[in-house]
């Protein structure tokens, strides 16, 4: 550290070189949860001599105005449309000041830590050093408990709600990530709901494929069970044929223990895609990613099998679709291990990784010894079959990573997050009460809104379902039991610019039958579009089900958007990149087919229903693909 630097550090901190006592700094909470995560108790105080290892996320510059980044490059009517970042700008742009490391540092060695136990990632966005609990708890003015799972009776080492920090410091810290000693954890993908609702399919699965008299008696069969060829009819979506398949790409996200079944895969194709049979995804494992044999069953079959069935047999024989299989069968995943792994900035000292979140790698149980950072290339699509609840997390948390996301639309990648089946509710059936707390029993009925896909900075996919009876020949999806499509109003993210006008012209024309104390009108609204997710026919552990969830519509659009991506890319353009922008211009309008009809009920309620226009069910509507083309094909 330059003198010039620790004079200022010392000046901020009201010290003095001549050995005068600091004067007391002024504290702030700097971060807060509204509720403990579901199914587990504090049981009792730490120990505290217990080691932490405590890590400080550094405000990134210009974070704040990412949105209008996003926009230079992703509106259609910018000058700047297409012309995406490279990482090394991204790295430059974002990278923490001088002054933020300074200040941060000279507050841990000021607070009685040696310069030996203070540690600066190589990105220089994250401090660490290993605590005790005595001191975690002196210097962030918070207690550390064990906390105890109901379900697993596993335990774990985690500060209370909240902590603060000293005003002057808590300006240049983003987030710190709450240390904690793991004690037999249940793996962090637990909090990411990844298996679709199915049933057994009792007719056979080939009646579907073979030619029909027309459009209506086909539509009437989909109606029934949901093909590849549906999907190319439902979507005008009939005459791809890629022409640089070597120049695209394509991401399926699989959380291990979820993995696909070779066999599987083979017994789709022979049924609807002969030419595929054999074909398998390129796998590029991150963090000890495996396509596990241990444990197969349909919870842990049935979201891979999807997801690759559909996303491989739309895009074609000759188009590659990479699986990015995340996680040891140990640990697990979560979405940061993937942002880890495909952006090298994003991967900080031991990760960056919240350890009351994401997995911890290296593998403290004995399973992946590595942590993979930078080490799978950027797709062009980025699809995650996977959803959470808000609540589970804390505001720092989720705005930390919806930033990532924010970073890799820079770069020209299309993230797409499905919006989970349980309407306006989350995990279960569980809604919010006036704490924040997650619940099913009476006073729980806030609507719960689900993380990701109310991150901005991603489209969020819902689901929709064949309704031969109406003229528009689709509705909201709902099927009891196995289905409401996810979708409201973020109570963390603020209503983004490129939606404004769309969501406003809803609330104003289609008010909600709600009072305002049950969703908050002024956050981020989702899903952006949708696409048909009930009744799919997949084959799974060698038999054939009907598979209901927005997990199925995502890699459906995500192989729709590759399409386009072809096209561009032939044409000597650049990727789609961020499309919700050019999505809700009124230019693109009449290339999605609006839905209104049906809801997405929970929380003892009937949900939002689907209107003219865009929808908290549905979006903007389901695509035309071949319309979507010929659009982003007349953009620079």
Sequence with gaps: MHLA????????????????????????????????????????????????PLRIGLMQPHIHEVEEYLMEISHPQSPGYGKHWTPAEVRHTFRPSKEAIDTVLSWLLTSGLGTDRVQVSNSGTWIRANVTVEEAEELLKTEYFIYHGKETGSEVIACSQKYRLPEHVSEYVELKRRGFEKRDQPAPSKLWGGTPSYRPLTSSAAHVNGPLANTVEQLTACGEQITPDCLRLLYNFTDFVPQVPGNNSIAIVEFTPNAYVASDLDMFFANFSPSQVGERPVLVSIDGGVVQTTTESLDDNVESDLDLQYAMALVGPTQNVTLLQTGDMVEGASPNDVLDGIDASYCTYEGGDDPESDPVYPDPDGGYQGHDCGTASLPNVLSFSYSSAEAFFTPAYMERMCNEFAKLGLMGVTVLWSTGDNGVATEDGTCLNSSGDLGVSSGYTIFSPSFPATCPYVTSVGATQINTSSPRME????????????????????????????????????????????????????????????????????????????????????????????????AGKSTIGFINPTIYSSSFQAAFNDIINGSNPGCDTNGFYAEPGWDPVTGIGTPNVAMLRDLWLALP
């Design 5 to 52: 630097s620790c004079l200022l550090i010392a000046l901020a901190l009201g010290l003095s070189l001549c050995g005068a006592s600091p004067a007391p700094a002024r504290l702030v909470v700097h971060e807060s949860r509204a509720t403990i995560p579901s199914g587990w108790l504090p049981v009792r105080r730490a120990d505290p001599d217990i080691v932490l």
């Design 475 to 570: 509705s909201a999806a709902y099927q009891p039991g196995y289905l409401s499509s996810g979708g409201g109003f973020s109570n963390t993210f603020a209503l983004p610019s490129y939606q404004q006008t769309a969501v406003q012209d809803y609330l104003t024309n289609y008010p909600p039958p709600y009072s305002s104390s049950l969703f908050n009108s002024s956050g981020r609204a989702y899903p952006d579009l949708s696409a048909n997710g009930v009744r799919y026919t997949v084959a799974a552990d060698g038999t054939w089900l009907s598979v209901y969830g927005t997990s199925a519509s995502t890699p459906v659009i995500a192989a729709f958007l590759t399409a386009i991506n072809d096209a561009r890319i032939a």
